[in-house]
């Protein structure tokens, strides 16, 4: 059983940065495809962006396209997501995912979830 705990979240103003952390309790982290997903007041989930196994690949949402980047560090069992150019959209509970068989912007393909950390863009 993966376990998944995200931090680095918080109060920034529009146009401003953020740095959200995925800390995985396995060593195996490696084994696994990593992604993000949020999830605003009143709307389902979405995805954020995804990166696969050896951190090679990448995909992102449009919607953040050009201002977030995903990235990993195996040998310290973490994942990042580096959000420039916040926007009040952008406000949202952030939640990492992982899986080993697959990657991409699909939530129901993801079988190891961390609990979320809160993201507030406002003036």
């Known amino acids: 059983q993966l376990q998944l705990v995200e931090s680095g979240g918080g109060l920034v103003r529009p146009g401003g940065s953020l740095r959200l952390s995925c800390a995985a309790s396995r060593s195996t982290f490696s084994t696994y495809a990593l992604a993000w997903f949020r999830q605003a007041p009143g709307k389902e989930r979405e995805f954020v962006a995804a990166?696969?196994?050896?951190?090679?690949?990448?995909n992102y949402a449009d919607s953040v396209k050009g201002r977030f980047t995903i990235s990993r560090d195996n040998a310290k069992n973490t994942m990042f997501l580096q959000m420039n150019s916040l926007k009040p959209e952008d406000t949202a509970v952030y939640s990492c995912?992982?899986?080993?068989?697959?990657?991409?912007?699909?939530?129901?393909?993801?079988?190891?979830w961390g609990q979320g950390t809160q993201v507030t863009v406002s003036s």
């Open positions: 995912a992982a899986d080993r068989a697959r990657w991409g912007v699909d939530a129901s393909w993801y079988d190891y």
């Open positions: 990166i696969n196994w050896s951190g090679r690949s990448t």
